[in-house]
């Protein structure tokens, strides 16, 4: 499937972006040459490839286990939210730039 500037467009105006005709014809460039590499990265075969949970082992720390075992630590036990701890409302609102005693107040953005 190729991106058309018809696509482009549709997803710019839904982002509310304002697009140069160059810049469309750039978007279009860059997202189709996305989707061929992405062709090109299906055609492999990964048969004989083992599942990994990381990619790299910079973060491992256990250096005694090998390949996703070193990183058994990056999983987290699932704790219902009432028992996290997390921050209180108020401290959550101290330092916020414009708030009431319940939200944040934020500028609008959106015009259309």
């Known amino acids: 499937m190729k991106v058309t500037e018809k696509d482009v467009a549709y997803v710019a105006d839904l982002a509310n972006l304002e697009l140069s005709g160059e810049e469309r014809a750039g978007m279009v460039r860059d997202l189709n040459s ?33 390949g996703s075992q070193r990183f058994a630590y990056a999983s987290r036990e699932d704790v219902p939210e009432g028992l996290r701890k997390s921050l209180s409302q108020e401290s959550a609102l101290a330092n916020a730039p414009d708030a009431d005693e319940t939200f944040f107040r934020v500028p609008k953005v959106i015009e259309r």
């Open 34 to 66: 996305i989707l061929d590499y992405m062709e090109r990265l299906n055609a492999l075969d990964t048969s004989n490839v083992d599942p990994m949970a990381q990619v790299s082992n910079r973060y491992g720390i256990d250096e005694s286990k090998q």
